[in-house]
């Protein structure tokens, strides 16, 4: 059997052909991206969420060059074990692009994973990404076209707070406040919806990111043991793991400062806890200046219906009762906190009008 040689220029003219047919001939898949500051999620049409992967990328330094290599959970899991010419980080910052070419690689793997079915690949689609509340029109923008470079035909954005409101199956359009805190990576947005909009809104800069900090704080100065990020982020998970107040002992590994040996310590769950108190205090001085400006029609919403905690950085035992008592008013912890937001955008693409109508677009 004769075998096609490969040529370069012909390869790339059937890819081309391939591609304009494929938006021809079926209609392309319109996804949903949760840009998240932690994880990234896609919702494809049909499958629900096919893709999770951290947000991240690792970039190797290679004469006077560099290409990326990774990304996602495999670069993940190279934090803190790399040589010096390779470089693991996020192409975003508390949900703005910071490495615009990074995230290009970042999301054109993930789109096409995400996409991938035996059938073959899609190389295009139409998507609806979440932006976090007060970007610039200059910083939207750049989300825009990362989205088309890497194959978006028709790329729309909504603002992230109306996505989960949805996701949460909260009444979004109707003339009831909807209230809802999302602790996420790098941020704890705060947001108050009411007839399809945001009333109120305020983004902190505060999320599970700073939680690892102070608990590598917290280490360092009470014990005298530094930790990497990593572990920090896995003691985290031990407290954000349990479900029933109960108190057990975690055992930390780090180096002691005082002479840089390995050492190990043990600490009760609940004495981290006093790390963590003053990011959930500034989250909680937040939600009593928005229960302060909220407009007294809307007001008795909240008492009533009270507010949601959502995001994997609000995974912490009690939480929701915490701010509840700080606060007064009922405060709920959604199921699911990882996947509301990409749940949301997903209804709003089965549900075109709304989308159409909420969406932020750009001609
Ligand atoms: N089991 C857990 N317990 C406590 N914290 C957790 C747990 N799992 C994940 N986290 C923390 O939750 C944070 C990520 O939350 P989430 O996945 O909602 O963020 P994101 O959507 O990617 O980021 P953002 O919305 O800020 O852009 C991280 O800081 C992570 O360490
Ligand atoms: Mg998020």
Redesign the pocket.
Known sequence: MRRRRSTPWLDALLSSVQSITQGFLSPLPYIGI????????IWVPGKGITLREH?MIVKQARGGTHEFTAIGNEAYQMLGKTPPEMQVYSP?E??RVSDFDGLVYFLDRCTQRALSTNQGNYKQFNALISV?IGLTEVEEMALLEVGKKVGGRQVHLVE?PVALGFGLRMPVLENVGSAIV????????ISLLSLGGIVLSKVLPI??????EAIQNYLRIRYGLLVGEKTA?EV??????ITTPQDFVIEVNGRSIENGMPKTIKVRNHLFYESLYPLFGQIIDALRDMVEETPPELVGDITKKGIVL???????IDLDKYIQHELGVHVASSEE??DR?VKGLGWLIEHPDIMRRIAIRWP
């Open positions: 949760d840009l998240g500051t932690y994880q990234t999620r947000t975003l508390r949900g976090p992230a999302d602790m996420g990576g790098g941020t704890t947005e999320g599970g990111h700073d939680a690892n982020e985290k998970h031990t407290l954000g793991s959502t995001g994997m950085g609000s995974k912490f906190p990882a937001l």
